[in-house]
């Protein structure tokens, strides 16, 4: 099936992709309104930046719906075929990139995301499996788009910290 199914299906993926894109809101508004020097800004021992981790975002979102979901390739967020060997190098921004590129990558990432998990059955099991996934780990869409709510939240509430270690403000997000 070509769609997402049922319209019990279509209401679940739009209840879900309500909660993602809700804090995906989240995310862009804790960081709407610094510049790309604070942006830049790594406050903790582990040395991330709220730049940094909004790349490591767009990359998860294109991960997961992309490869995993639709199974296409998405090894280089930028556009090139071959992924960086290095682990963590979605975390770290090229000088040469400015804030809003990354903001746009993210956009692009999230709507490439919902494109995919609209027309893509909730119950259909991933067309890409990692090597090392026990058999069941990923068993459906609907774990897929569960697993990317609760990847966002996590992540901005490590912003919201981040935040307010920056410039002290707090509560910023969607009401």
Do not use: K
Not at 11 to 34: I, K, M, N, P, S
Not at 89 to 117: F, I, K, N, Q, S
């Amino acid at each position: 099936m070509n769609g997402a199914g049922t319209s019990n299906d279509l209401g679940e993926t739009e209840a879900l992709l309500g909660f993602l894109d809700a804090q995906r809101g989240c995310v862009l508004d804790v960081l709407a309104g610094l510049d790309d020097e604070a942006l830049r800004t790594a406050l903790l021992p582990s040395g991330w930046t709220a730049l940094g981790l909004l790349q490591h975002l767009a990359c998860t979102e294109r991960y997961w719906f992309l490869e995993v979901v639709a199974g296409r390739p998405s090894a280089d967020p930028w556009g090139g075929t071959e992924p960086d060997p290095d682990p963590d190098a979605e975390w770290r921004v090229d000088p040469g990139r400015t804030a809003a590129d990354v903001v746009a990558l993210y956009r692009a990432a999230c709507a490439e995301a919902d494109d995919v998990l609209r027309s893509t059955p909730l119950t259909a099991p991933p067309r890409h499996r990692e090597s090392r996934w026990p058999p069941d780990d990923v068993p459906d869409v609907r774990w897929v788009a569960l697993h990317m709510i609760e990847e966002t939240a996590r992540h901005a509430g490590q912003l919201d910290a981040w935040r307010e270690l920056l410039d002290g403000r707090t509560g910023l997000g969607p009401r």
